[in-house]
């Protein structure tokens, strides 16, 4: 009989689908050290394992190593009580990718020929009569 491995990525549909997989799923025994932490983490919660499969679900989009430091930074940054949210992960990862900022402009932008103001415009559009409807 042929046993075939493999790596927790390819099962991260099939979890989706079903979460309860994470609870004693071979593949899932060898996560990394991080996620096996937020793993532990999230399935003291009701619907841990809902929430584990949706961090899984950011790999194939992010890839494994920004997750991998998006939620190092959410452990680390997590309360006292030890409390990580799936949307403090996807929050850090969104910070991580996010396009650098634009360079601040040293000049700000000059107006080459103000407006003239006219008050008494207003006035006249007040007076002009309404055509009836009928």
């Known amino acids: 009989m042929v046993s075939v491995f493999r790596g927790p ?9 079903k979460p309860g997989a994470l609870r004693n799923g071979a593949p899932f025994t060898d996560l990394p050290e991080s996620l096996q ?20 679900a ?4 992010a ?3 920004a997750v991998l430091v998006a939620v190092e930074l959410a452990l680390d940054g997590a309360p006292p009580s030890g409390r990580v949210s799936v949307e403090h992960v996807i929050n850090v ?23 003239i103001a006219d008050t008494a415009r ?3 559009l007040r007076d002009i009569q309404e055509a009836d409807h009928a």
Not at 37 to 56: F, N, Q, T
Not at 58 to 61: A, C, D, G, S, T
């Open 37 to 56: 932490r937020l793993r532990r983490a999230l399935l003291r919660e009701s619907g841990g394992d809902r929430l584990m499969a949706r961090v899984l």
């Open 122 to 124: 207003y006035d006249r």
């Open 58 to 61: 950011l790999v194939p989009m």
């Open 9 to 17: 990525d390819h099962y991260i549909p099939l979890v989706q689908r």
């Open 63 to 65: 890839g494994l190593e």
């Open 93 to 115: 990862l969104a910070r991580l990718n996010a396009a650098p900022r634009p360079a601040n402009v040293e000049t700000s932008l000059q107006v080459l020929m103000p407006p």
